[in-house]
């Protein structure tokens, strides 16, 4: 049975940078992820946006580390290598009543932290984004649009270079403590021994939470749709574009991606089953409709994709939960509970991160990890490289000469390099995140097959073990005859 | 870095661009090259293992690599250069073409560019069907290269969306492997493929095309366990109660193709947005000089042998404009009227001879094609039956073209 000091449950954005922080210290960290890869869940599907903080509610953890993670973005991008543009973003408004609630956002952002803040006119607004429609707008300079792939991967790569190890395609199955004190951790594939258990299960937080014996946390599901559209209208919009947000959600908006894509959504459809990704008809209908409204340049031609996540809803005994929880309760010793991390999950892992090492490092007092390296090189994409830079790339590795993804022009040692990453997937969604092959127009239509048959290569896969994105989820049947 | 100087660099080794190249080179251009990103030329062909290649162009029937073959050799014959797994990255309007390769990232400096890079498939992603996004939905080329290039099977009961000619072939292809082909459901009320596909590939097999019908939803959350089929009206839109749900491990889409564009715009080449190609006149020049267009990347085509009738066409055209024979401005524009989905070239000039390529827009029986400028009828052809899936080419005669008038294409 593997013996950790910290079982971190949960690869996502958070659990991630809860692993990269306690690698800070002398521990022995293990990661346990149900799913073949960091980013299948809600840190994968989600608007990618830097929040400025305004939006949430005075005193709360949410708008306090959201603003605490934004302002320090910057540090963390280029530590780790992250796509990052502090774009700014503007809340457009048309009525009277838009108005008043923009004037209240704008209150509660300044006690919040938030900065920079200011309400603008048309002139200005058409000056920052030309093609919205809209009359005002209150613009927030410090809100921004991220790689969350790469961020989850990178916050899990500097992890693992700093000695955690990750679990994949482990789902927890059940906890328990032990005579000793430690807790044996229960998965699909095999049992774990931990003095420490922090909970980072997303949409799994609640089963975990009762697993570890804390109860009176439930929680719904949100689906938001989005469409991606095509790099084409890109350069139509340089900032997101949100509409007034309403007490409970921020509305649909649309949001430029640091790659020059553009994402249209998401909306709020009330679920219960939050494994179900699928996407309705109505909902995407509705996503041009109102979104057009805004910004009136989706046309059905440059749609490259759609996809959902979803927002969980959180209750508690009280009702309605409005904040994150990162708790360490007395009665159930060594263990980190988070609950509640909904958006902006994304802007506040690692400040929340930071919250939960904390309640750790008061109690257990670990000793600093003074090999602690916080950088990480994401691949080195032959597409961003000017010609010198790319013939030189070539002359030191002949694998850069191959273009394999045409859409992206990402060459044969941009795969290798993810095929080879430091966390170990095999699947086709593992090297999308990680290359953005397979995400242009032609969504693999060139590239998957080349890509398919070099994971078979290099990790000796027979042809129906290459796997989609989930376990599960093979490629292909077989061999022809 | 090196920046050579090429007379033409062809870029794509499919059908188009080897038929340009041999038509070039009899004409006397010897400073050629071809630039191709796979390891062998051929283009889309090397994965048609079917026959029916060639009836119109060699009055034989060919398999697709049989047919490629035949220009390869000529190629050869005639000592032509081509590089091989060398991609095209980047093309300027002034004809600046870097390629990538293991050897070197390859810069020239050529007079003319002849496009050929063919086309790519029409995705999930552009038809936005609801669902889940489980692995086991292929476009039918795809499918195709897995099982004739790579030799692995995709399922083994499968659904086909759209009935363009490379569905239809995969959905024999994959009875002949063992598969279970459940149906092939087309939104159309008519076939988008070729009625000769229709024919040996469902017919002959036994599976079932259902007009006017439509995937309406992806079902399953790691691999495709089922799709929801829906009748469709005559807008296309789903009829509320006539869905059907098939179980099933594959999806397989042929909704069609689009010319590959990326070199083009960055050249500043102009497209057409019905073809989704560029636009050109009766030589297959683009709005960009110098740089030319033919086969799949300016238009779609059903039969390979158009695409090497057209690139060889192509070739005058290139040949006069390396002479500085600039031909008077094109401007006399070509319209697609009543009837007609397309018509290319979108514009000529008074001394050129054009073959006027177009699609009808609906199958139609006893119909007249007419060719008009003004007042004047230049040409005008009578068709027993027309398909959309099948082009239909007009040769114009240069003397009959008078005014600098707009012409129109029209169905009568
Ligand atoms: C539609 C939408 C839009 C959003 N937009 C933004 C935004 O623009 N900006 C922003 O800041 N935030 C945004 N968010 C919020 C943000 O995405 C989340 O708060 C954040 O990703 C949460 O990270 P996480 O690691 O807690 O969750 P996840 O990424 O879901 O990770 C949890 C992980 O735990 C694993 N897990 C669950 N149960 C188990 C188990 N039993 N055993 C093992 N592993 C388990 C899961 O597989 C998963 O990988 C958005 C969220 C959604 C859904
Ligand atoms: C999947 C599929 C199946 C078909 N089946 C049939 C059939 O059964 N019968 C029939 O008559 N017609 C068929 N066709 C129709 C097709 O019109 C022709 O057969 C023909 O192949 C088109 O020729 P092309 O030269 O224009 O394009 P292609 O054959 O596609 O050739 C284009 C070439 O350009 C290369 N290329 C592209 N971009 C670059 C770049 N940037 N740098 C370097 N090289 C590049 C490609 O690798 C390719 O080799 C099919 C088409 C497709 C897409």
């Known amino acids: 049975m593997k013996k950790y000091d910290v079982l971190v449950i949960g690869g996502g954005v958070v659990g991630s940078a809860i692993a990269r922080e306690l690698s800070r210290y002398q521990l022995k960290i293990g990661v346990l992820e149900k799913n073949p890869d960091v980013c299948l869940e809600m840190s994968a599907r989600n608007s990618a946006v830097l929040h400025g903080g305004f939006a949430y509610e005075i005193g709360t953890n949410k708008a306090a580390l959201c603003v605490e993670g934004c302002m320090e973005f910057d540090e963390v991008a280029r530590e780790l290598d992250v796509p990052f543009i502090r774009t700014g973003k503007v809340l457009v408004g048309n009525t009277p009543e838009d108005m008043e609630s923009l004037k209240e956002t704008l209150r509660i952002g300044k006690i919040n932290g938030a900065v920079g803040l200011e309400i603008i006119d048309e002139k200005r607004l058409k000056e920052l984004v030309p093609a919205v429609e809209g009359s005002f707008a209150l613009l927030s300079p410090m809100s921004g649009i991220l790689d969350p792939f790469q961020y989850t991967i990178g916050l899990a790569e500097n992890a693992v270079k700093n000695g955690a190890r990750y679990h994949l395609m482990r789902e927890v199955t059940g906890i328990h403590r032990e005579e000793d004190g430690t807790y044996k951790v229960e998965t699909s594939k095999e049992d774990f021994r931990t003095k420490w258990v922090i909970n980072a299960a997303g949409l799994g937080a609640v089963k975990i939470s009762e697993m570890l014996g804390i109860t009176g946390y439930k929680m719904g599901g949100t689906r938001g749709h989005y469409i991606v559209l095509d790099k084409a209208v890109g350069d139509l919009l340089p900032m997101p574009v949100y509409p007034v947000p309403s007490t409970t959600y921020m509305g649909i908006h649309v949001t430029p991606t640091v790659e020059g894509n553009v994402t249209v959504g998401p909306d709020a459809d009330r679920v219960t089953d939050l494994a179900n990704y699928g996407v309705e008809q109505h909902n995407m209908d509705y996503l041009v409709e109102d979104a057009s409204t805004l910004w009136p340049h989706i046309h059905r031609k440059d749609f490259i994709r759609n996809y959902a996540g979803i927002q969980p809803t959180w209750l508690d005994r009280e009702g309605p939960m409005k904040d994150f929880v990162i708790e360490a309760r007395e009665d159930v010793p060594n263990t980190v509970n988070l609950i509640g991390i909904e958006s902006p999950g994304l802007t506040a892992a690692l400040p929340v991160a930071r919250r939960a090492v904390q309640l750790l490092v008061e109690r257990e007092k670990p000793e600093m990890n003074s090999n602690f390296d916080p950088t990480r090189k994401r691949i080195q994409r032959f597409a961003e490289a000017t010609p010198e830079e790319q013939a030189e790339l070539i002359r030191e590795n002949p694998d850069y000469g191959e273009i394999i993804c045409r859409c992206e022009s990402v060459t044969k040692a941009e795969v290798l390099d993810a095929i080879h990453n430091p966390l170990g997937v095999e699947t086709m969604i593992g090297m999308k995140y990680r290359t953005r092959s397979m995400m242009g127009r032609c969504q693999g239509g060139y590239c998957q097959m080349r890509i398919a048959q070099l994971l078979q290569e290099e990790k000796g896969l027979d042809v129906t073990q290459v796997l989609y994105a989930r376990e599960e989820s093979e490629l292909f049947s077989g061999r022809v005859r | ?412």
């Open chain 2, 1 to 412: 870095m090196n920046t050579e100087k090429k007379q033409v660099v062809i870029i794509g080794g499919g059908p188009a661009g080897l038929a340009a190249a041999v038509a070039l080179h009899d004409l006397g251009v010897k400073d050629l090259l071809i630039v191709e990103r796979e390891k062998h030329l051929g283009g889309i062909l090397r994965q048609c293992i079917h026959d029916g290649f060639g009836l119109t162009r060699f009055k034989e029937s060919l398999s697709g690599p049989e047919y490629a073959r035949r220009f390869i050799d000529e190629v050869e014959k005639r000592n032509i250069s081509y590089i091989t797994e060398t991609t095209v990255i980047e093309l300027t309007e002034d004809r600046i073409v870097r390629a990538a390769s293991k050897k070197g990232l390859l810069t020239w400096q050529a007079d003319a560019v002849v496009l050929s890079m063919g086309c790519r498939e029409r995705t999930r992603g552009a038809l936005q069907i609801p669902g889940e996004r489980p692995g086991g939905v292929y476009t039918a080329g795809v499918a195709q290269s897995y099982i004739n290039l790579y030799n692995t099977m995709v399922g083994k009961k499968v659904v086909i969306l759209g009935s363009g000619d490379i569905g239809l072939i995969m959905a024999r292809r994959l009875t002949l492997e063992g598969a279970k082909v459940e149906g092939v459901y087309e939104i159309l009320p008519y076939p988008s493929g070729l009625e000769r596909n229709v024919e040996q590939c469902l017919n002959d097999f036994g599976i079932p095309l259902h007009l006017s019908h439509t995937v309406t939803k992806i079902h399953g959350g790691r691999r495709v366990e089922g799709v929801t089929i829906s009748q469709v009206d005559q807008e296309r839109n789903p009829i509320p109660g006539k869905e059907t749900y098939i179980p099933c491990d594959t999806l397989v889409l042929s909704v069609g193709l689009i010319p590959e564009n990326e070199l083009s715009k960055m050249a500043k080449v102009e497209l057409d947005s019905r073809t989704n190609g560029p636009r050109v006149d009766a030589s297959y020049q683009t709005s960009t000089p110098g740089i030319f267009a033919a086969g799949n990347v300016l238009h779609v085509h059903d039969l390979v042998d158009y695409v090497s009738m057209e690139a060889e066409r192509l070739a005058k055209g290139v040949v006069d404009h390396l002479k500085g024979a600039t031909s008077k401005e094109s401007c006399i524009p070509v319209l697609a009227g009543e009837g007609i989905t397309y018509v290319l070239p979108q514009q000529i000039g008074d001394d050129q001879e054009p073959l006027l390529s177009m699609r009808v827009q609906r199958p139609a029986e006893n119909i007249a094609v007419v060719v008009r400028q003004g007042e004047k009828e230049l040409a005008r052809l009578e068709l027993e039956e027309a398909l959309p899936a099948e082009m239909i080419q007009i040769l114009l005669d240069p003397e009959k073209i008078k005014s600098d008038q707009p012409m129109e294409v029209y169905v009568r």
